[in-house]
């Protein structure tokens, strides 16, 4: 939804100017409007102007979950929003026409609230529009999502061949385990955990084949943790899929049981039983051998000869260079086992055997350690531009944590920490929205405003400030105090410091910095008039626009 600027009119502290005028009246009309119009501040700062881009959402239920969040937010927010504009409205008027009966009432209030009532109907008019533009928006992006084919995404046919390639390989694993052979090698396991859904995969040595194969199967789920405890075993016991690992929780193993029910059709009661005894059970049924036979025909088309002879050749450097490595021996004996495979015809089951052997070449010395190797993958675009975006408001946000929205700030910042830590960045960046918003005074600029108008805005606003500082310097001077002199030096001084057109990032940083920080301003701010949170707001924009 495209930003809706709250006019300066709208504000209590262009009320507060009123103050002298109204001090000359013989009886001033009694009014709520400075308390009303702080609430309406309030109010337009809780509405989320930068929520519902229609640019960024990649699927039809994405849009359709937009769609809603914008009734929501409609029936909430706004609707609280325009309520209030409304009583300002009221109060306006109901002001002016009692101010009016006195024929000698001063002229500059009269003005002030003819101009807070036209305000408040062009803004209205304002939110009305902005609420209609993202709902065409939305709708537009709806129809145009439908009308597309999903790019990037596995088709169909690949899908399937994923399905009933992993789908015989689990099946044999498990069978395998159900009948131990004596001195057979140790089971392994590798867990890929997506935004909802926990895949498995099991084997002798497990590594990168089997991690893009468990991908591949839960588009849509990134970003993604990849799980492997290379000092746990995977056993049949107890009539159970046994994880023997002082690492794996029966949470994780609850949700890989939930989508093996998907994948293989079969409810496999599950357990992680830990090295000192204590045990984790999912509930489950009594699996049968005859269920877990693997449809050789399925196995088979699973995997064709050009895509094993492909991969193979892909791998051969790597593989001669494991032939003088530690893994020599097993290599050898596996790069055996495919040549008698290729010749009959049997690539699926050649390919497992190059599965082991990838993995044997990525394998590291962690891989016999104590821990958990959790690897995090995510989209590297959406982490490099996260990174980069926080890094961009590190010194906004280390100036406004000394400002009114300190509190606020440091809740979204410790947010983002743990969103970034679990490598949740999509997450993180709408997080980085909100604090984009506190920085920006109430958002950004508008979508399409460039430096040009940024810096239009920061002039204006530049301007009524200094209009301000001017009026409380000519009081200070007419009450001939004792530190009059000092004040009014101290007051130049803030309007000499207020560039007139700062250009640069460093420069905005450097204004928002000492708004934040200036003594003169924080007294200014708390014993006349506010002029902080408008001049930081300016500067937000400008420095959206100049970072752009």
Known sequence: MAQVNLPMTLSAAYWDKQKAALAKAAKPPATKLPDELKQLSKLHLAVDWAAFAADKLKTGDDVESALDKLDGVVKGDIKALLAQLQT???????????????????KDPLTATAAIIKAAKEYSGDVDKAVADARKALEAKKKEVAAQKPTGAPNSTALTKQTKLLKSRLLTAIATLRKPQPNARPMRFMIVLGKASAGLALG????????????GLMPGEAPFKIMKDMKAVVIWEKNALTFVSDRLSGTILKKVQLWLKKLLKLNLKMRVRKTTGEVEETEGEDISEELLKVDEADAEASVDR??????LGALQADIKTGLSGPSAARIKELMANITKLTKAEKFADADGEL????????????????EVEVEESTSQDAEAEFKKRFAALQPGIKTALAGPNAARLKELVAGITQLAKAA???????????????LGGGGNAAPGK?????????????????????????QVANAKHASSAKAIIELQAVIKNLTAEP????????LQRWLADDDVVNDVCELAEDIRTPLLGALGQLRTALAA
């Open 503 to 510: 250009s640069t990032l460093q420069q905005v940083s450097e």
């Open 306 to 311: 050009d895509e094993f002879m492909e991969r």
């Open 355 to 370: 599965d082991e052997i990838e993995a044997l070449l990525t394998a590291s010395d962690e891989d016999d350690g104590d």
């Open 88 to 106: 300002v409205e009221k109060s306006a008027t109901s002001f002016e026409n009692e101010a009016k009966k006195d024929k000698a009432f001063p």
């Open 204 to 215: 002798y040595a497990v590594g990168p084949a089997q991690e893009k194969l468990l991908k």
């Open 450 to 474: 460039n430096a040009a108008q940024a810096m239009d805005e920061w002039k204006a606003r530049r301007a009524a400030a200094v209009t301000s500082l001017k009026s409380v310097a000519t």
């Open 424 to 438: 949740r960045f999509d997450d993180a960046d709408k997080v980085l929205d909100g604090i984009d918003k506190l």
